[in-house]
């Protein structure tokens, strides 16, 4: 937000007059009428081509706006908090009274904040009254000023299809309710509001004739379909970047995320919250909040539904991801390496992409380690799917899973992170190293330790699994623990695969080795912090 301009002397930006008494008016917009003659060169500094002149007219000809004391209008000078608050206490009145009868108070704003704070129109009081309002803070303000019926819908705008207001901020209902209205039409073509914007007084005389008579409401069609830019303004204030803790407080990898509504429910993969005891996400803002736990996952499907604690956070909308289309445009945003709120555009190379039993959305979108639980949206900025997996082999080949699987997840109980830990055995002094025996409840055959090396020894006959089955259990244990792929080396014509922990400076590695002439499973655990 720009930064605010106080002034300490009272602002002649906007003169309210008063409306004559109406004894026992019946509350509607047929209360506000026309009480002053406007005539030709009223105000020198407008012109008849400037947009605002007919709104200008018509409020001071409603009585609702005046010049300041040198004849002028100055269109483009700001208004105050409480000069808005003024405004809206007064087409509150005539609205339900058909009069305005306000004396000024002491300071001369007092009487129309005291009128607003008991007829709802304010919760609680401005610390500072002669701040300046932003566009955001007068449409809050204004659109408090009428009942909901005499802001009745006009035009169908969708959620998130005003390109610099994402649903989600405190003032979002504010302005999504005055655009749907036709009081509010945008700056630009492309519908933006410039919430962060101060208010003019040109906008102002505008806002006030279309809250009074609806024949002035504009028509507004957005086309929710935005460009690149607008889409990363949208919506990267939604995706966070997500740090992993273990049980001894460890961080050990990160990951992203989205919020899906305003409370801190939130989306990232199961594989992203998967051996966390805690867990951190930072914002776009850069404000950090814990994650308070789950409300529903899978671990086959690989989503999460987590709760973040905090209220207010801006938050993406959901598209129908069995509607996508191959070759349509997407992008994909996310924290790859820790590069928070990273951007990356490409198309559907497939709609449905079936991978080792799953089905994925399969997108050129550039999706890093680190992305895992970032957001891949359409055009207009809904998301479509949740940015999981890329080929480490391939070109281009990414793959995110359709967000219409969340639309299954309960959201009725939180549970913590902590309570869905796996019951794991680790070697001693090589945490977070899991027992492979203790794993596939198998005894040792022999154990030896040659310099940071521990290496254990377990015949294959002990088994009471497949060497497969037990191989790939045991991976889903590394995984959980933060260990990721690292290779493989084929020794004795045997595959020996290697996994790593950065976390803990571990490297882990197992596959089939004889030892004295019997076949068995060979763990090396090497290094440690």
Not at 146 to 171: H, Q, T
Not at 339 to 351: E, L, R, V, W
Not at 483 to 491: D, K, P
Request: charged residues 15%; negative net charge; aromatic residues 12%.
């Amino acid at each position: 937000m720009k930064k605010r301009i106080i002034t300490a002397v009272l602002i002649f930006v906007l003169v309210i007059g008063l409306l004559p008494l109406t004894a026992g008016a019946a509350g509607g917009l047929s209360n506000f009428s026309r009480v002053a003659a406007y005539k030709s060169g009223q105000f020198p500094d407008l012109r008849t081509s400037d947009w605002y002149a007919p709104y200008v007219q018509a409020a001071y000809e409603y009585g609702l706006v005046s010049g300041k004391p040198s004849g002028l209008f100055d269109p483009h000078s700001h208004m105050t908090l409480g000069e808005a608050v003024k405004l809206a206490a007064l087409l509150h009145s005539i609205y339900y009274s058909g009069s305005a009868d306000f004396s000024n108070g002491t300071p001369w704003y007092r009487t129309y904040a005291d009128y607003a704070l008991e007829s709802g129109i304010l919760t609680s009081d401005y610390p500072d009254y002669t701040t300046m309002a932003t566009r955001s803070e007068f449409a809050v303000i204004l659109s408090k000023a009428l009942p909901a019926e005499a802001l009745s819908v006009r035009n169908v705008i969708e959620d998130n299809a005003i390109p610099d207001v994402p649903m989600g901020f405190s003032y979002s209902p504010a302005v999504y309710s005055l655009y749907r209205a036709g009081v509010l039409a945008g700056c630009d073509k492309a519908g933006s509001f410039h919430p962060n914007d101060y208010i003019e007084r040109g906008e102002v005389a505008a806002v006030a004739v279309r809250m009074a008579n609806a024949a002035f409401r504009q028509n507004v069609s957005l086309r929710l379909e935005l460009t690149k830019e607008q889409i990363f303004n949208m919506c990267a204030p939604a995706v966070f970047y997500i740090e992993i803790f273990d049980i001894k407080d460890t961080r050990i990898k990160t990951g992203s995320g989205f919020f899906i509504d305003s409370s801190g429910l939130a989306v990232t993969n199961y594989h992203v919250i998967e051996g966390a005891a805690r867990a951190v996400i930072t914002a776009a803002d850069g404000k950090e909040y814990n994650v308070a736990g789950l409300y529903d996952y899978s671990k086959g499907g690989d989503l999460a539904l987590i709760k973040v604690d905090g209220a207010e956070f801006p938050y993406l909308r959901l598209a129908d991801s069995d509607k996508v289309l191959t070759g349509a445009s997407v992008y994909a945003i996310g924290s790859p390496l820790g590069f928070k709120n990273s951007f990356s555009a490409g198309i559907i190379s497939s709609a449905s992409r079936a991978v080792e039993g799953m089905t994925f959305i399969q997108t050129t979108a550039a999706i890093s380690s680190g992305s895992s639980g970032g957001a891949l949206l359409d055009r207009t900025g809904r998301v479509i799917g949740v940015t999981t997996a890329t080929a480490v082999n391939g070109q281009n080949i990414n793959l995110a899973l359709p967000i219409n699987q969340v639309n299954a997840f309960k959201k009725t109980e939180i549970v913590t992170l902590r309570s869905i830990l796996p019951d794991i055995r680790y070697y001693d002094g090589h945490f977070p190293m899991p027992d492979f025996g203790a794993f596939a409840k198998t005894p040792v055959f022999h154990t030896e330790t040659v310099g940071d090396t521990a290496v254990y020894y377990y015949r294959v006959s002990d088994l009471p699994m497949t060497i497969e089955n037990a191989f790939e259990g045991y991976v889903r244990l590394l995984e959980q623990n933060a260990f990721s792929f690292y290779g493989y080396a084929i020794e004795e014509g045997r595959i020996i695969s290697y996994y790593i922990n950065n976390a803990y400076s571990l490297l882990a590695t197992f596959g089939e080795k004889d030892y004295n002439g019997i076949n068995c499973i060979r763990v090396q655990v090497i290094g440690g912090i």
